[in-house]
């Protein structure tokens, strides 16, 4: 038996798509059913009373959590975002909401005695809801009271070996596509790499140091598959240096209609035969492709490694076999100075796992160390890099100047150059001046 009504919430329980209303009540009915037997630490309703809230939401428009909330755990400036109802009277379950963000593993590959260990101490302590994942690639449970933060981190570390994410002012979860596990376009393995780097910056990220808020992320190839580009400070994308790796006879075969163009990604629709000259020649950014009495030849020197051919003929092509990665620095959405993607700052760069990426490990903490100073209270690297320019990123992060960090160069001339640049400098006596023009 429901304890609020909730005819708006209803009507979300119908249609295809999987219905977390019908999904929270059905959590609400296992905590009151108890089969388990548990001693719940929060309320048994918590549930009932978030679809309470949520419904009087749905009424009214507006939402009912106050603003803000200080909480989390001793030692660490971050990983709780603390949420307390505007009506706690009606809605007790929910009057403290907590939501802890958990480490996740990169790309999120679990065991189910894993994932159980974690349901079995959020059943007890927490609400029984969860996000899998937030947007930035934690596990979000939803909902706790402050009492139990300790003892859910407790148990967190001590028995499940896991860790809090990122919040604040800090370095946050970085996240990384699955890469190498099951892609064969991965041109180093993000996933080590993102798990190497968020153990050596713990510090940075449970603690907050930084003017604002610092995110990264870790693709594979440039087809982005955990969107680094856009939704991190620091964004690292797989590429290749030279020729891309063509199996004529696997073009051939394409060609000749035995193996589905892009593995099948458009078979729903009906396109026509495949058509190599309209979907991949003609379609390449840089034509730099061709294919003529049956061999496909690229000139790679042209190549701007955009991916397509290759996602088109994935059997047949395949990225080069020097590979690294690009990293693009500023990503952010638009508040305050509108929205960034990430800027080119270093083309090409090993990802050596033999020196434990120092190379990466450089650029990021010359980065840092500028920001750090030199970035306003809660100013975006992004940001920083609009109000000092360009150049001063690249001279912090330690990388040389190179044409492919601009799309096109400046058409204004308001250039700035050094004094030590110019023969003579600035100190000029505008007498010297009068001797040759009179006034
Ligand atoms: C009533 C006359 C003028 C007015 C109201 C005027 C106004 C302005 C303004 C508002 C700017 C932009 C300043 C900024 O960057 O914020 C500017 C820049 C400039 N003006 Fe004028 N201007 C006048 C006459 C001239 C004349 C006669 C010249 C050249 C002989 C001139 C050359 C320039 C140049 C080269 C700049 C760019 C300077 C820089 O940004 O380094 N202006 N002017
Ligand atoms: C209210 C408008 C302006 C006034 C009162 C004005 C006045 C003057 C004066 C008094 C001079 C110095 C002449 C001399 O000593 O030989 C001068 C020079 C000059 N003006 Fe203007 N000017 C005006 C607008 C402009 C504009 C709009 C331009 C061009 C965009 C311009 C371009 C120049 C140039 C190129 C010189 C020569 C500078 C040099 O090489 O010494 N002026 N102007
Ligand atoms: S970003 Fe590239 S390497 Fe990573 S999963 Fe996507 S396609 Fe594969
Ligand atoms: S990767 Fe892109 S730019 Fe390079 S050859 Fe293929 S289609 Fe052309």
């Known amino acids: 038996m429901a304890k609020h009504k909730t005819p708006l919430l209803d009507q979300l329980e119908s249609g295809p798509w999987p219905s977390f209303v019908s999904d929270v009540k059905q959590e609400a009915e296992a905590r009151a059913k108890n089969e388990k037997g548990l001693d719940y630490q929060i309320p048994v309703d918590c549930p009932e009373d978030l679809l309470g809230v949520l419904e009087l939401s749905y009424e009214d428009g507006e939402t009912h959590w106050k603003h803000g909330g200080i909480v989390g755990v001793f030692g660490y400036g971050g990983g709780v975002i603390g949420r307390y109802c505007d009506q706690p009277e009606k809605f007790p379950g929910v009057a403290h909401f907590h939501t802890m963000r958990v480490a996740q593993p990169a ?128 964004g690292f994308l797989g590429t290749w240096k030279g020729a891309i790796q063509i ?45 003529e009495d049956g061999k496909l030849k690229i000139d790679n020197s042209e190549c701007v490694r955009c991916m397509h051919c290759i996602n ?81 990123l690249v001279r912090a992060a330690g990388v040389p100047f190179d044409p492919r960090q601009v799309q096109e160069p400046r058409h204004n001339p308001y250039i700035f150059w050094k004094a030590d640049d110019v023969e003579g400098g600035w100190d000029r006596d505008i007498n010297d001046y009068r001797e040759r023009h009179q006034r």
Request: glycine share 10%; charged share 25%.
């Open 107 to 234: 790309g999120k590959w679990y065991t189910t005695k894993f994932l159980r260990d974690v349901c079995d101490l959020w059943d007890l302590r927490g609400s029984g809801l969860t996000n899998m994942h937030g947007s930035t690639g934690d596990i979000v449970l939803l909902g706790t009271t402050t009492p139990q933060l300790e003892e859910i981190f407790f148990e967190l570390t001590h028995n499940l070996d896991n860790d809090l994410g990122g919040s604040g002012s800090n370095l946050r979860t970085p996240a990384a596509c699955m890469g190498m596990s099951r892609c064969e376009y991965a041109c180093y393995n993000t996933q080590e790499l993102c798990y190497n780097l968020t153990q050596e910056y713990q510090d940075e990220l449970h603690r907050p140091a930084f003017p604002y808020k610092f995110k990264f992320k870790f693709d594979g190839c440039p087809n982005g598959c955990v969107a680094a580009i856009a939704r991190s400070d620091l």
């Open 247 to 291: 199996d004529q006879e696997a073009v051939a075969a394409y060609v000749g209609g035995e193996i589905a163009p892009n593995a099948g990604a458009h078979a729903d629709g009906d396109w026509g035969a495949f058509d190599i000259q309209k979907e991949v020649v003609d379609i390449c950014p840089s034509q730099c492709i061709s294919y």
């Open 312 to 392: 088109t003929m994935p059997r047949a092509l395949r990225p080069g076999v020097e590979r690294g990665t690009s990293i693009f620095c500023g990503a952010k959405a638009p508040i305050l100075d509108g929205p960034q993607m990430g800027s080119l700052l270093v083309p090409f760069v090993e990802v050596n796992a033999d020196d434990d990426y120092q190379a990466i490990k450089d650029i990021i903490e010359g980065v840092w160390d500028w920001w750090m100073e030199e970035g306003k209270n809660r100013e975006r690297v992004g940001e920083t890099m609009k109000r000092l320019g360009f150049g001063a």
